[in-house]
């Protein structure tokens, strides 16, 4: 018995186009899933495309932004008629932008509210809402599938400076769970990864000096970690693949898998 086996899936991992999602698409199509890698940026989808295909895997790109619904729609369509219709969904869009970071000892009161607006608009409607819904209403009429939505350890414990993303966070979290009820007899799991900190295109200047260095918020954060290192993007296949899966784990919905290297499991 192979729990693992991907073989009849269909997946779509929107943000596939990004580091961490990147990461997932290659291992979904590594375990037999056809795998669609959807985002905005063309170059980096032909990247993880060429990078599947090289491995004998089977992976196509799709161009869609996270926050227009009739895209998605038309992407969900595009998907279905080259590769069938959509068993696993992974939501991968997000992050956290520059403007919504507080700097140190600023004043949270003048928190700009087009920064927060924005960050919640990516992380909690086109990191998940949106993907769900048009995805969502894809499973439900062809017989369920697996939700992945990808959290942060910033949604279970409020970290400093980031308060937006915290908070968008925490909603993918609640929305994680109230859709794993909702859905629960229609065959469709949904679940949640929480990443702690691995280093991707959106936080690498919170985290890097120029020359590589850690900043003085990189420092603080590996000084936190128990295991005293960032994550690395293959050490998330595990937790998608594990959640994709119904051979592996068709019991489990509503469930938030941490990989943050021990981050939120200790105080000093
Ligand atoms: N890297 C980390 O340390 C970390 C930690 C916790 C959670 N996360 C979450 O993991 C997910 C992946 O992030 P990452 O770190 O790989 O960052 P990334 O910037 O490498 O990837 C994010 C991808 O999402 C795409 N994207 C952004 N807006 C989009 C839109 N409107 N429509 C379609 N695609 C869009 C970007 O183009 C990019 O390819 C995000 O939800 C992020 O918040 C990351």
């Not at 997946?11 to 580091?19: D, Y």
């Not at 942060?152 to 109230?178: D, E, H």
């Not at 690395?232 to 290297?261: P, Q, Y």
Request: charged share 15%; net charge negative; aromatic share 6%.
């Amino acid at each position: 018995m192979n729990l693992f086996n991907l073989e009849n899936e269909v997946a779509v991992v929107i943000g596939g186009t990004g580091v961490l999602g990147g990461a997932m698409a290659r291992a979904l199509a590594a375990h037999g899933a056809k795998v669609a890698v959807v985002g905005r940026n063309a170059q980096n989808g032909a990247t993880h495309v060429e990078a599947i295909e090289s491995k004998r895997g089977t992976a196509i790109f799709t161009a869609a932004d996270a926050l227009d619904k009739s895209d998605l729609s038309r992407a969900r369509d595009e998907i279905t008629s080259k590769l069938g219709a959509a068993t696993i969904l992974v939501n991968a869009a997000g992050g956290n932008r520059p403007d919504a970071t507080l700097p140190p000892g600023a004043d949270f009161c003048a928190l700009p509210l087009e920064a927060w607006n924005g960050v919640f608009d990516l992380n909690l409607v086109g990191g998940a809402l949106l993907p769900c819904q048009v995805f969502g209403q894809s499973m439900l009429e062809n017989g369920g599938g697996s939700i992945i939505n990808i959290a942060s350890m910033a949604g279970m414990i409020p970290l400093s400076r980031v308060v937006a993303y915290g908070a968008a966070k925490s909603a993918v979290l609640n929305l994680t769970q109230f859709l794993a009820r909702e859905w629960a007899t229609k065959n469709i799991r949904v679940n949640a990864i929480s990443p702690g900190f691995f280093p991707a295109e959106q936080n690498k200047k919170l985290l890097f000096n120029d020359d590589g260095s850690y900043t003085e918020r990189g420092a603080q954060i590996i000084g936190h970690t128990p295991m005293n290192r960032f994550g690395e993007s293959d050490e998330l296949m595990g937790a998608v693949i594990f959640l994709a899966s119904k051979s592996a784990s068709g019991f489990v919905t509503g469930h938030n898998l941490v990989a943050d290297g021990g981050f939120s499991a200790t105080t000093i």
